[in-house]
């Protein structure tokens, strides 16, 4: 084993909780539950049931040391099927967590994987902090390196599936040599699936995450049962060095987004510059004649026209700001059913024009920057300036929107008290006696 090899294994493996910072282990736990808010109302949709019944038929197993409950489902599958079920469903309700430089998502693979593992193990609540923690710096640096080696835009399922097989190499207690060959494995398998052309063309694949978290611990069994894989270059090679010397002391949890809208990120600076200059100056959508946005190339590349499914509109622009215009928000009830609909969304969407701008492509993907010019039916033309996206570092959400947030996605879907008990466990795990099984009375029952 290398030395880079070595360094990793023993902050998988070995790292006392003691050592990850107060703040990483707050946000931890935040984004644990900003994530399960978004798993809950992702439930009922179309995909998310698709996920679960294809789980139940394909991916169950015959041993109960190796089954885990679905998600706000509660029927057993395996592992593997436990993980896939409630990452594909989360997926493909595009309102969680994003990291801006792997341009994509880690808490959608890492929180399924980790409950589910949790079935076949006690995990006190400071350790559910830690894994989660180490969780989100494997996967982040993972993505950091592949994207710095290879010429295409992968998809998160790619590289988060390598921080899925740390918290279970760590929770299943695999040694050194196991934990390298099921990174080996994890990368090898992982879905390298093009980004881009699900941008180009929106369906339920999404981000590739559910297969990240089915490889991810399929991954890690295999290891277990002493399957061999190629070394991670991911993890190992020369050139991803630097991504790996920082491990411990640069804090990938601190610097994770939080969507306030289920959109695809790259549409969110639009979306708030619109909603600040209708805020701000007492705007009206029937007062506006036109919207013209200056964003960056992968945002002008998002849906432009009508959408008519809801994985369209969860990658729309020009509807996505229309539907912010009209109804001062974004929530599910925007971007499915009747929403996708809206003669007022529509009848906006025409008169909302793109431009690609070289300032915000220099700024991306560090940041997620736009401009819009809101010009009224009188002639009045309002410019919003330099728009950063909400929820980022740049413009950080605080504790209370993010719990405002999760009520937001999860009552309707578990009803205030059940959303509120989980909330409560959630935000408890840092409490002496706190376990992980604290949450499963309000996990498994179905919605």
């Known amino acids: 084993m290398t030395a880079q090899f070595q360094s990793v294994a023993d902050f998988i493996l070995s790292s006392d909780s003691s050592s ?200 890690a069994i295999l290891a277990e049962r002493d399957f061999t894989g190629a070394p991670a270059i991911t993890v190992e090679s020369p050139d991803v060095a630097p991504f790996w010397s920082d491990l411990g002391s640069r804090w990938i949890m601190q610097a994770q987004y939080i969507k306030p809208y289920p959109i695809c990120r790259w549409a969110h600076a639009p979306i708030d510059g619109v909603r600040e200059v209708m805020r701000d100056n007492g705007i009206r959508h029937s007062d506006i004649e036109a919207i013209h946005i200056n964003t960056f190339h992968e945002s002008a590349c998002l849906f432009q026209g009508v959408p008519e499914t809801t994985s369209m509109a969860q990658y729309s622009l020009s509807f996505a700001v229309a539907a912010q215009a009209v109804h001062g928000q974004i929530g599910l009830g925007q971007v499915s059913g009747d929403g996708l609909r809206d003669p007022d969304v529509i009848g906006l969407i025409d008169r909302i024009t793109v431009a690609e701008s070289d300032v915000h492509n220099a700024s991306f993907p560090a940041a997620r920057d736009a401009d819009v010019v809101v010009t009224l039916k009188s002639g009045q033309r309002f410019d919003s300036g330099l728009v950063h996206a909400r929820g980022g570092t740049e413009r950080p959400m605080t504790e209370n929107e993010i719990i405002a947030k999760f009520h937001e996605f999860a009552d309707p879907v578990l009803g205030q008290a059940r959303a509120k008990a989980l909330c409560d466990a959630v935000l408890g795990l840092d409490r002496d006696g706190a376990s992980l099984a604290d949450l499963s009375p309000y996990l498994y029952a179905s919605v």
């Not at 736990?29 to 995909?47: F, K």
């Not at 698709?50 to 592992?79: C, K, N, P, W």
């Not at 959608?108 to 902090?129: F, H, K, N, T």
């Not at 710096?137 to 790619?158: K, N, P, Q, W």
């Open 20 to 219: 990850i910072p107060p703040a990483s282990r707050r946000a931890a736990a935040l984004l644990c539950l900003d994530t399960l808010g978004i798993v809950a109302a992702a439930s009922p949709m179309e995909a998310g049931r698709i996920g679960r019944e294809t789980a139940a038929l394909l991916y169950g197993s015959h041993d109960t040391a190796y089954q885990a409950r679905m998600l706000f489902d509660g029927r057993s599958v395996s592992l593997a099927g436990a993980a896939y079920a409630a990452a594909t469903q989360t997926d493909n309700l595009d309102a969680h967590d994003g990291y801006n430089p792997v341009k994509g998502h880690i808490g959608v693979a890492i929180i399924p994987a980790l409950l589910a593992l949790a079935e076949q193990c006690d995990v006190s609540g400071d350790e559910a902090l830690a894994l989660i923690t180490i969780g989100y710096e494997i996967a982040g640096r993972a993505g950091e390196s592949l994207h710095a080696t290879v010429s295409d835009y992968h998809t998160s399922g790619a590289w988060n599936a390598l921080g899925v097989v740390a918290m279970a190499a760590r929770m299943r207690g695999l040694s050194g040599g196991q934990l390298r060959e099921a990174l080996g494995i994890a990368e090898y398998h992982g879905p390298r699936s093009q980004m881009m052309r699900e941008i180009a063309n929106p369906t339920m694949l999404h981000d590739g995450s559910g297969w990240g978290a089915m490889v991810g611990i399929s991954s």
